[in-house]
């Protein structure tokens, strides 16, 4: 019989079947799969088995249930092959993303991978997802993160570029950290803020899903009686899944994925395959979480350490100058006695003398550098005497303005200008008065030192952030660098001032204080002499 359909015939030529594709010229040459794949389904066939029934053909019979059977077979097989398939793609998505949620101590990076895999078309595929996770004092749960397209066109921009970029699911994840982790945190802002729920509403549905540890699929939101509507409105779809994150008992948060682009229904399997994903993640996220506060925790005990460093190195330098104190102020009144006394008869002498008297210049000299070791007594007792500052608020533009007007007698023997910039809007400064008047007086003459004849000083007082400025300027002769070390150190004695303790104290006083002096160069020649004061209580 002349059959329509090829099955009957071991070779056919290409025109014999024209539902032999491209790329399955084979099938010309081998009997066997053409009829498995081909003829058991072909059109030719059965009309080849009604003409066989018709002719009383033995089989014509049994052959319509063994062909029936055959293909619910290969169905069945066809869709266990397709399962496999996707488990076997499962498997090999989650031993990636486990591997680096086994590694990462980087909660970027966790939270990079974890809710790529969630919405990524080689993960789990879900249009959106949002990360909501309790708080460091775990009252709350807080929306923290959200990933996904706002909009259809935004979806579709997104899909072209990941279809063009040809990715795998971790570089996916590494660009989207590098690119994207922030802009997503801004662009959920306004849904993240209304995610806060209280752990200790129990009742509402995030709550229900982290104390049963059950995800939970929310259909016909806006009409579920278990469900507030206004977390549908939130959202703005009607169908949306609620993945608890648990670690060893502990609830780290929730993962509410949707499809709100495509609204593809959520089955089964993507709920069983988010929940096996689900553990994890939260132990990843726990793990990351613990690692940044425990980052935190090292960065304040390494400041704690410095300041305590700090705060030892002042107690030895305090202790030093204390003793330094103790020593200067022993040695100053052992001296003073014998020197007022000293002094005090080469007054008398100078006074009853006359001017031909040939001891007279003796006495002068005698009365000049006993005067001058008096000055140096004097600054060294107040050395001796600084270390207890007896602070109270006060105008600072009031005390600059004594301390000059004290100075004025020496300014004017100098032939100096001075030069007061005082702003008008200053706050009250804590300060001791006397010391700081002393400080500037110091100060002043230090600069006086550095002028010739016909100098100028400008005093500037100005708001500098929580403090007070104080700037004296001088257009004398600049310091060099070393000069200006030396300056506040202890019994300093350089080429360009000689040797004292003036500003070795200054600095002293200020930073016992809590106020700072510092010394720089202008650029045009001469020098600066900073002291910033601070207006709060607490830190004086």
């Not at 899909?159 to 590098?178: P, T, V």
């Not at 096996?276 to 704690?304: D, G, H, I, M, N």
């Not at 052992?334 to 003398?353: C, D, E, H, Q, Y």
Request: charged share 25%; with cysteine.
């Amino acid at each position: 019989m002349d059959w329509e359909c090829c099955w009957s015939k071991e070779e056919i030529a290409p025109e014999s079947c024209p539902y032999v594709g491209e790329g399955e010229e084979d099938l010309y040459t081998s009997h066997r799969r053409r009829v498995v794949e081909k003829c058991v389904e072909c059109p030719r066939f059965k009309n080849d088995l009604a003409r066989m029934k018709g002719t009383g053909y033995p089989l014509s019979d049994v052959l319509p249930y063994i062909l029936t059977e055959f293909q619910e077979q290969k169905s069945q097989m066809g869709a266990m092959l397709s399962f496999l398939n996707s488990k076997n793609r499962e498997i090999k998505f989650l031993r990636e993303v486990g591997l680096v949620l086994q590694t990462s101590l980087d909660l970027d990076e966790v939270l990079s991978i974890a809710m790529t895999a969630i919405t990524a078309g080689k993960g789990f595929g879900m249009n959106r997802a949002f990360l909501l996770m309790t708080d460091k004092e775990r009252r709350n749960i807080r929306g923290y993160l959200g990933v996904g397209p706002r909009d259809y066109e935004e979806a579709w921009r997104t899909w072209e570029d990941i279809g063009r970029s040809n990715f795998s699911l971790r570089e996916l994840a590494r660009d989207f950290q590098k690119t994207k982790l922030s802009s997503e945190k801004v662009k959920f802002h306004d849904i993240l803020q209304q995610l806060t729920v209280p752990l200790a509403d129990q009742g509402h549905i995030f709550n229900r899903t982290l104390l049963g540890k059950k995800p939970i699929l929310v259909e016909n939101a806006l009409n579920n009686p278990d469900l507030d509507r206004g977390l549908a409105r939130i959202l703005g779809v009607d169908t949306f899944l609620v993945m608890p994150l648990i670690s060893r008992n502990r609830r780290i948060g929730i993962i509410i994925a949707d499809n709100c682009i495509t609204h593809k229904p959520i089955t089964l399997q993507d709920m069983q395959s988010l929940e096996t994903f689900a553990f994890p993640v939260a132990f990843a996220l726990e793990r990351a979480s613990l690692y940044e506060r425990l980052q935190e925790e090292v960065a304040k005990q390494k400041a704690a350490n410095v300041k305590l460093r700090e705060q030892q190195e002042l107690i030895v330098k305090m202790e030093k100058m204390a003793l330094v104190g103790k020593i200067t102020s022993s040695i100053a009144h052992s001296i003073r006695n014998p020197l007022m006394v000293i002094g005090g008869f080469a007054r008398t002498l100078l006074k009853g003398s006359t001017e031909n008297d040939e001891n007279r210049t003796y006495l002068e000299s005698i009365v000049r550098e006993t005067r001058q070791l008096e000055d140096v007594l004097s600054e060294v007792l107040d050395y001796s005497e600084s270390l207890f500052p007896v602070t109270d608020y006060w105008d600072l533009n009031e005390l600059v303005r004594a301390a000059l007007a004290e100075l004025s007698g020496v300014m004017e023997q100098a032939g100096a200008v001075c030069i007061q910039e005082l702003s008008t809007e200053l706050p009250m400064v804590r300060i001791d008065y006397k010391q700081i008047s002393y400080c500037l007086k110091t100060i002043t003459a230090t600069a006086l030192s550095t002028l010739g004849q016909g100098g100028e000083l400008t005093v500037e007082s100005l708001q500098d952030g929580d403090g007070v400025m104080l700037r004296i300027s001088d257009n004398g002769k600049s310091l060099s660098r070393k000069a200006m070390e030396t300056l506040t150190a202890p019994f300093f004695q350089t080429q360009e001032m000689g040797e004292g303790v003036g500003l070795s104290l200054c600095k002293t006083i200020l930073e016992r204080q809590g106020s700072t002096l510092s010394i720089t160069s202008r650029p045009g020649g001469g020098n600066i002499y900073s002291i910033r004061l601070l207006t709060r209580k607490e830190n004086v």
